[in-house]
């Protein structure tokens, strides 16, 4: 349990906030996360990790020299906001490009892929790669569906010092990716965790027993097994990593023994000195192992066994020296600080002055969201039943609460005389962060998309429409990777953009062709009732779907339909006063 906070709400950026006081020699505080307050060399990649608070030291703990440049610190087992990560990034940024690499959870994906899509439409090269070392959450020939657990470590550290040593940003993708494919871990949880201020732990473990397999948030481990003795657990973990090897593993490895939060240290050691033997007997070489704490998870009762599997390169990188406040090896020349308030403000994109074209604009993107939301509100209800039938029930709410604070933000930053591009970009941002949930993410980078396809310019025509409904489908279909058939909103949005195209090439007017784009994603979205949902939260009860609408196709098509309409009342408009 936790004991000491004064709001269990603020737990996480208060303990953050902490963090950063006792840690100034290594991290300055900015929006969202931490960043390394050391000077790094002009042209230097900036790796930026993050996910979930309740992981100390991951992952605000390992920014420092020779490791990440920054992190992006979410609440408690929860993704930081796309915005956080956004910002983040921006302030760890060096002219160099920007990795960002963190656990594959579905939350953390979309948020980060979000932040990358943003940081690239700004000419920040930014690229991620996903760590997948947790054996149990998916078989060996589903590598990219697995979980990211203490590999993380592994991956970070290999990427941080290629970083450090100067390589480019191609070479520190490739390493880190390589370091990723080459690290495997399992792990063993003995009792639950709490998150602060709740009554219950989130799970619990069987008196006298272990559960295989666990993750780090407590999800469902893949057996349960009467407490075994040291070796025993040894061998479990040994034995079932070294079924599990990558091609070409070659006979060096990293080990690394993991603590979740509440096994003592006396007793990782222990277990370690148990498998270092059984690895040695298996001919293996045990290269510079860690044991102790590294990827936590509040109080969990458990520990995990990481290997890496080493070549010439990952072993230089892995080796190589580093100082961070929670992870400290070999001799590192301290680095003079950098001017904390700069940081700070590198984290904000430069706001230009709006053109006129631009800021006419703004009023037009405040209309259309207020007619989304008037839309949302009035089917809210019939959205959340539609999602309860195969998935959480709240898609309703979900939009509702994304779409009003879009709404929100819009009219705020319209009124601050705002262009269309800063007012889509902050109601995108408002959209993911209030909604929670898929479709908050993917409508969220959807606008803020569409907001870098329109820019500041000085007009806007036809084309622009088209090329800004296109920028929207793109962010939709790469952040959440659906495809045509898999039962979600991409099977109303990509006949509305067929359409959009067929009629932009055709001459029509944008009213018309929003008209009739709108017809296209209503008839699509009532056809899904048809189809089997291969993506989301309604993938595992599919055959209860068959015969229902997806709710995220419908509430598409009913917001397409809200702008066209109001496009053309805001067209009728202008035209009469212009008579
Ligand atoms: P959650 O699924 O997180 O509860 P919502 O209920 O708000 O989020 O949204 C559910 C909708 O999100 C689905 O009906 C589907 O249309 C859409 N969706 C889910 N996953 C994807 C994806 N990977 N790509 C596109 N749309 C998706
Ligand atoms: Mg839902």
């Not at 008196?207 to 948030?217: A, D, E, K, T, V």
């Not at 706001?351 to 800021?359: D, H, I, L, R, S």
């Not at 039938?389 to 933000?409: L, S």
């Not at 296109?470 to 959440?480: Q, R, V, Y």
Request: hydrophobic share 45%; glycine share 12%.
């Amino acid at each position: 349990m936790t004991r000491i906070f004064d709001d269990p709400a603020s737990f996480a950026d208060d303990a953050l906030d902490g963090f950063a006081a006792a840690n100034r020699r290594y991290v300055a505080r900015v929006d969202g996360g931490v960043v390394r307050s050391t000077e790094m060399d002009e042209g230097q990649v900036a790796l930026v990790i993050g996910g979930g608070s309740g992981h100390y030291p991951a992952f605000a703990g390992l920014v420092g020299q020779g490791l990440a440049a920054g992190s992006a610190c979410g609440n408690m087992f929860a993704s930081p906001a796309a915005g956080q990560v956004y910002r983040v990034a921006r302030a760890a940024n060096n002219g160099g490009g920007v990795l960002l690499s963190y656990g594959n959870y579905a939350g953390d994906v979309l948020h980060f892929g979000q932040a990358e899509l943003r940081l690239n439409a700004e000419g920040i090269d930014t690229r991620t790669v996903l760590v997948t070392d947790d054996i149990a959450s998916a078989p060996i020939d589903q590598l990219e569906n697995r979980r990211g657990i203490a590999g993380d470590l592994t991956v970070f550290k290999v990427a941080g010092a290629a970083a450090e040593a100067g390589l480019s940003l191609d070479d520190v993708e490739r390493l880190a990716r390589k370091a990723n494919y080459r690290t495997r871990s399992l792990g063993v949880a003995f009792d639950g965790c709490t998150l602060p201020g709740a009554e219950e732990p989130l799970f619990s473990v069987q008196p006298g027993h272990m559960s295989l397999g666990l993750g780090i948030h407590g999800e469902p481990g893949i057996s349960d097994h009467p407490m075994p003795t040291a070796s025993e657990l040894a061998d479990l973990l040994v034995s079932n990593l070294l079924e599990d090897k990558p091609d070409d593993a070659g006979s060096r490895v990293a080990a690394i023994v993991n603590g979740l939060g509440t096994v003592k240290y006396d007793e990782l050691f222990l277990l370690y000195g148990r498998i270092e033997a059984l690895l040695g007997k298996a001919g293996l070489e045990i290269v510079e192992p860690e044991c102790g704490e590294l990827v936590t998870s509040l109080d969990m009762a458990g520990v995990s066994l990481t290997l890496l599997w080493l070549d010439d390169e990952l072993e230089t990188y892995w080796s190589a020296p580093a100082d961070t406040p929670a992870f400290r090896k070999g001799n590192v020349a301290a680095r003079a600080h950098r001017d904390v308030q700069e940081l700070a403000t590198a984290a904000e994109a430069p706001v230009e002055p709006p053109t006129e074209a631009a800021a006419a604009l703004s009023s037009g993107a405040v209309a259309l969201l207020e007619a989304a939301r008037a839309v949302v509100i009035e089917h809210e209800d019939e959205l959340g039943k539609m999602d309860a039938v195969a998935g959480d029930g709240d898609h309703g709410i979900g939009m509702r609460r994304g779409v009003d604070a879009a709404a929100d933000a819009a009219g705020q930053a319209a009124a601050d005389s705002a262009g269309a591009d800063r007012v889509l970009i902050t109601a995108g941002e408002a959209w993911a962060e209030k909604a929670g949930g898929t479709s908050g993410a993917l409508w969220g980078s959807g606008l803020i998309a569409v907001a870098h396809s329109l820019g500041n310019r000085e007009s806007y025509g036809p084309e622009d429409a088209l090329n800004a409904a296109s920028a929207f489908s793109a962010a939709i279909t790469n952040l959440g990777k659906a495809e045509a058939g898999d039962k979600t909103m991409v099977d109303a949005l990509l006949p509305y953009i067929e359409t959009f195209t067929a009629r932009t090439r055709n001459g029509d007017p944008v009213a018309d062709t929003l008209a009739a784009a709108a017809g296209a994603a209503t008839d699509a979205a009532a056809e899904t009732a048809s189809l089997r949902p291969k993506k989301g939260r309604a993938r595992p009860l599919a055959e209860k779907s068959i015969g229902h609408p997806d709710p995220g196709a419908v509430s598409f098509a009913l917001i397409a339909e809200a702008l066209a309409h109001t496009f053309q009342e805001l067209t009728t408009k202008k035209e009469q006063t212009h008579e």
